[in-house]
């Protein structure tokens, strides 16, 4: 390979549309890029999606001679890129508190098949952050847990289900996301604790994972002095290099989080932070929306690597490594699947029965006021949407809980808007007042606090009061005199289907 062709193995990049288009395929023509990663953008359906990845392969192999790592967010839950068409799972914390380990690993197991069937080859799963800060806006529900050994055991066993699938799996944020209180997606966090601290709980899932064999890791955009006081893990030798490869031992694919994130792109630009990793030593650099900067980041690359020996020495390992483990993809067979070769690997009845028992066995009623399920007489639901609300959650439609569970059971219904004023406030209460049994439902409340203003003030008007937090559990913490309280652990509409037979007695057999 020429040097620029090994340069563009080492770029995993995204665009915007469910087909070829130029810009995808001017990277790969003009830049050689060996990689692609796919968002709830690229895949409506699991045919376009099959026709889709195959287009691509024929492009990388008439351009570059060698296929693509195709790669995905397909954490399941809340960050789910493909959901038509397939089995969805719950996510990893609605795992931790509703599965066995082996339910665990049957579900990576499915979802690295159904993956597999559609040409996807690189799952950027599972995270492995240890979710030891409640305020932590990112990881959360992502996280199986507050426990390193459960995170550990639990994580293991989605790595060994994805791998056993015949994908790779990765694990993720490197060398933990965990404890912090700031998206790295909007800034750059730093994760002061010492050594010590860092190697018995954020290092200690990575290590094991590690052990294991996991195939790939995936970099935080995040400072930890301990190691490296000037640079984020991504872009620190001391990290990658020294941590990472010399003293974990860890020797198969370093994958950088978005070079796009505020954490990077405010402080070093996308451009320079690329070189920067690559010399640290990442082998792939994802850069997932933005054609322009990706452009450059590969020509700043390649620029450099001209110049610099050691640059280009470090290009050289990274692209053996990326070679080496693409002479295993067996592209050719692929390429002759059509969506009938495959169905019976979207959808399985044993996949849907697993997600629906892991879904309902997730729920937890902490607070039990109200002995549920009821037979609500006069009802009123309040919930908010389910919506984006960090970098890394999608796109995606999902309906309001409180018109979904309306269409179901007799009751009125509330839309709640994210941030309510105080007349809204005010207004529901009154208008609350004509029912016997009200819910509520909490979205992320803890950081959006009119909810627990709100939910605070039904408490104290009523004795029939049902709190549900839908995505993060710490919600019910910040009421006053609490209820029945519910966790649901993510807002979906596996978990609303679930919920539904939690509350009311008109599904229970």
């Given at each position: 390979m020429t040097l620029k062709q090994k340069v563009g193995q080492l770029f995993m990049v995204g665009f915007d549309d469910t087909k070829i288009n130029s810009h995808i395929e001017n990277l790969i023509k003009d830049f050689?890029?060996?990689?692609?990663?796919?968002?709830?953008?690229?895949?409506?359906?699991?045919?376009?999606?099959?026709?889709?990845?195959?287009?691509?392969?024929?492009?990388?192999?008439?351009?570059?001679?060698?296929?693509?790592?195709?790669?995905?967010?397909?954490?399941?839950?809340?960050v789910t890129r493909?959901?038509?068409?397939?089995?969805?799972?719950?996510?990893?914390?609605?795992?931790?508190?509703?599965?066995?380990?082996?339910?665990?690993?049957?579900?990576?197991?499915?979802?690295?098949?159904?993956?597999?069937?559609?040409?996807?080859n690189y799952n950027l799963a599972p995270s492995l952050d240890i979710n030891n800060n409640p305020n932590n806006p990112i990881i959360g529900i992502r996280s199986f847990g507050e426990n390193p050994e459960?995170?550990?055991?639990?994580?293991?066993?989605c790595i060994k289900g994805f791998q056993d699938a015949g994908i790779i799996s990765t694990a993720k944020h490197f060398p933990g996301h965990g404890d912090t209180a700031i998206d790295s997606h909007l800034t750059l966090p730093c994760i002061p604790h010492s050594k010590e601290r860092l190697e018995k709980v954020e290092?200690?899932?990575?290590?094991?994972?590690?052990?294991?064999?996991?195939?790939?890791?995936?970099?935080?955009?995040?400072?930890?002095?301990?190691?490296?006081?000037?640079?984020?893990?991504?872009?620190?030798?001391?990290?990658?290099?020294?941590?990472?490869?010399?003293?974990?031992?860890?020797?198969?694919?370093?994958?950088?989080?978005?070079?796009?994130?505020?954490?990077?792109?405010?402080?070093?630009?996308t451009q320079q932070a690329s070189v920067?990793?690559?010399?640290?030593?990442?082998?792939?650099?994802?850069?997932?929306?933005?054609?322009?900067?990706?452009?450059?980041?590969?020509?700043?690359?390649l620029i450099q690597a001209e110049q610099n020996m050691k640059l280009q020495a470090k290009i050289?390992?990274?692209?053996?490594?990326?070679?080496?483990?693409?002479?295993?993809?067996?592209?050719?067979?692929?390429?002759?699947?059509?969506?009938?070769?495959?169905?019976?690997?979207?959808?399985?009845?044993?996949?849907?029965?697993?997600?629906?028992?892991?879904?309902?066995?997730?729920?937890?009623?902490?607070?039990?006021?109200?002995?549920?399920?009821?037979?609500?007489?006069?009802?009123?639901?309040?919930?908010?949407?389910?919506?984006?609300?960090?970098?890394?959650?999608?796109?995606?439609?999902?309906?309001?809980?409180?018109?979904?569970a309306a269409e179901h059971v007799i009751a009125d219904s509330i839309k709640l808007e994210s941030d309510l004023s105080i007349k809204s406030i005010n207004e529901i209460i009154q208008k609350s007042q004509i029912?016997?049994?009200?819910?509520?439902?909490?979205?992320?409340?803890?950081?959006?606090h009119s909810q627990i203003e709100l939910a605070n003030k039904l408490l104290a008007e009523h004795n029939q009061v049902i709190c549900i937090a839908m995505r993060n559990p710490y919600d019910i913490n910040l009421l006053k005199n609490p209820q029945t309280t519910v966790q649901v652990f993510e807002y979906t509409p596996l978990s609303m289907d679930s919920l539904l037979k939690i509350l009311f007695k008109v599904f229970v057999a």
């Open positions: 050689n890029v060996g990689n692609v990663i796919l968002f709830e953008r690229n895949c409506k359906t699991p045919e376009q999606i099959l026709k889709l990845i195959q287009n691509l392969q024929k492009l990388a192999i008439k351009y570059n001679g060698v296929p693509m790592f195709i790669g995905i967010d397909q954490e399941n839950g809340m493909i959901g038509e068409g397939v089995c969805t799972f719950p996510g990893n914390m609605a795992q931790a508190n509703g599965a066995t380990e082996e339910e665990i690993y049957q579900v990576a197991k499915y979802t690295g098949e159904m993956l597999e069937a559609l040409g996807i459960t995170v550990t055991n639990m994580g293991l066993a290092l200690y899932p990575f290590k094991a994972a590690i052990d294991a064999g996991v195939k790939s890791i995936m970099t935080a955009h995040i400072i930890f002095p301990a190691y490296e006081p000037v640079y984020p893990a991504t872009l620190s030798p001391l990290v990658l290099t020294n941590l990472l490869r010399q003293d974990l031992g860890f020797h198969n694919l370093i994958i950088t989080d978005c070079m796009e994130m505020k954490a990077i792109s405010d402080t070093y630009t920067m990793a690559i010399a640290a030593g990442a082998d792939i650099v994802c850069i997932s929306h933005t054609e322009k900067l990706q452009r450059e980041a590969l020509e700043e690359t050289d390992t990274a692209a053996d490594r990326i070679l080496s483990i693409k002479k295993v993809l067996n592209v050719d067979e692929y390429l002759k699947r059509n969506i009938a070769d495959i169905a019976n690997k979207l959808n399985p009845p044993a996949a849907i029965k697993l997600a629906k028992k892991i879904s309902k066995n997730a729920i937890k009623v902490i607070e039990q006021g109200i002995s549920l399920p009821i037979d609500p007489g006069k009802l009123l639901i309040i919930a908010p949407d389910s919506r984006g609300l960090t970098g890394v959650d999608g796109l995606w439609y999902i309906p309001n809980f409180a018109s979904y029912y016997d049994t009200i819910i509520l439902c909490l979205y992320n409340a803890q950081f959006m």
